[in-house]
T-cell receptor, first 109, second 117 residues
Framework: SQQGEEDPQALSIQEGENATMNCSYKTSINNLQWYRQNSGRGLVHLILIRSNEREKHSGRLRVTLDTSKKSSSLLITASRAADTASYFCATAGFNKFYFGSGTKLNVKP | EPEVTQTPSHQVTQMGQEVILRCVPISNHLYFYWYRQILGQKVEFLVSFYNNEISEKSEIFDDQFSVERPDGSNFTLKIRSTKLEDSAMYFC???????????????FGPGTRLTVL
């Protein structure tokens, strides 16, 4: 299976702290994307990193990709209570995505 | 900002009934997808669609399921004879395409919650 799997499954931090989530996958990929999902809601795209990229930034988000280790990390800096959500990595094969089980992030005010 | 829309937001049906879930992808997108998420579980790929035909489908997407783009704007998922285990959130997504389609960012709709009684 090509599925990405996130680690940890749950993370609880104080507002202002950084949150790091990791994703591991099994086979080669075209790209890896991170999504956010608020409880019972749709998926919001956060950032896409291509297989030939190593790091990408978007606002308070930093994503790294290590294709040799088949892993990616998502760092949210200076977290806010509004960042509380589930975060998923999705690996792209040809015309389909594989989602992991997600990391539930709880940011306490 | 353009967005993917889905209707209805919630569909309740009896086991064995047919349901059609509707999606309006972003207008200049070429690739369309359906996913489902059973409560508390991961998002699962069902099918991708390009140039009026299925590109890829998962093992979940059996003969009970079909997709169609009946006109220039709608993209539908039909479940012919619903089962209890079809109860889930169904998400539609679209991407601009190019570079293999799956290489592009997918924009997701808000989902349709299907409840099969």
């Amino acid at each position: 299976s090509q599925q990405g799997e996130e680690d940890p499954q749950a993370l609880s931090i104080q507002e202002g702290e950084n949150a790091t989530m990791n994703c591991s996958y099994k086979t080669s990929i075209n790209n890896l994307q991170w999504y956010r999902q608020n409880s019972g809601r749709g998926l919001v795209h956060l950032i896409l990193i291509r297989s030939n990229e190593r790091e990408k930034h978007s606002g308070r988000l930093r994503v790294t990709l290590d294709t040799s280790k088949k892993s990616s990390s998502l760092l949210i800096t200076a977290s806010r209570a509004a960042d509380t959500a589930s975060y998923f990595c999705a690996t792209a094969g040809f015309n389909k995505f594989y989602f992991g089980s997600g990391t539930k992030l709880n940011v306490k005010p | 900002e353009p967005e993917v829309t889905q209707t209805p937001s919630h569909q309740v049906t009896q086991m064995g009934q047919e349901v059609i879930l509707r999606c309006v992808p972003i207008s200049n997108h070429l690739y369309f997808y359906w996913y489902r998420q059973i409560l508390g579980q991961k998002v699962e790929f069902l099918v991708s669609f390009y140039n009026n035909e299925i590109s890829e489908k998962s093992e979940i997407f059996d003969d009970q399921f079909s997709v169609e783009r009946p006109d220039g704007s709608n993209f539908t998922l039909k479940i012919r004879s619903t089962k209890l285990e079809d109860s889930a959130m169904y998400f539609c997504a679209s991407s601009e395409g190019g570079g293999g389609g799956a290489m592009d960012e997918q924009f997701f709709g808000p989902g349709t919650r299907l409840t099969v009684l």
